[in-house]
């Protein structure tokens, strides 16, 4: 089996659809979806393009997930999002179909899969404990041995934090395939993950301009659209700056 790891789409449907075009060059069995793939400027169209996918997709939920669906059903902010973000989830939760609802609803926090030459991976959004909790690349190995103590698969592949990393903890290999449509690394680019038989962390190039184009013509009400333009297509952080706020947190 080869699988393709899709982390933190974030309804960023141009840079899905350029990520698609090369797992399917790579000759991928199968997608991984590690969560966080709804919130965002096209999320109805994003999930339509991943449900067309078929039995080939995996789904894993993330706390977006979580949280378009608790707005879905007229829940408010527990306060815990600042409202900015909180205005992006409500904005995808009005644009779901019920159908759509029912492809998100009841995801495993976390999933394992035989991968060629890797063995048994273990895929979850944030930890296996936690759709939120933070995991970085340069957390000590105390805080990866806690984080993941449940679970006993030598290879790991989480997301969240929209920061490609590959490292090991405690005789572990831990692997994030970094974000699609939000990443933190510095370069622009839709960032995934190719497994089997090795792992390899792979950046697919797409028209940051036409996207911005196409998301100004189909989602003009998206809440912080220009700021979403500027700081993820046009123009992304990197992995330094990313370190440094989730640090703080």
Known sequence: MRVAVLA???GNLPALDAVLVDAERAGVDAFVLNGDFVTGPM???TLDRLAALGDRVIWVHGNCEREVLHAYGGGISDGSQPSSVWATTEYAAAQLSPA?????DDLPLSVRLDIDDLGPVRFCHAT?????????????????REAFASTSEATVVLGHTHMPFD???DRRRFVNPGSVGMPYAGVPGAYWALLGPSVV???SEYDAEAAARLFRAQAP???????????NLLSI?????????FSKI
């Open 128 to 144: 296996t404990r936690s759709d939120t909790e933070i995991v970085l690349v340069d957390s000590s190995v105390d805080r990866y």
């Open 8 to 10: 933190d789409v974030h």
């Open 201 to 203: 962390l792979r950046r």
């Open 100 to 104: 759509h609802r029912n492809l998100i």
């Open 221 to 231: 009400d998206y809440p912080g659209l220009a700021e979403f333009i500027d700081e």
């Open 167 to 169: 490292r090991l903890a």
């Open 237 to 245: 952080p990197s992995d330094a700056e990313a370190l440094a706020v």
């Open 43 to 45: 999320p109805a169209q």
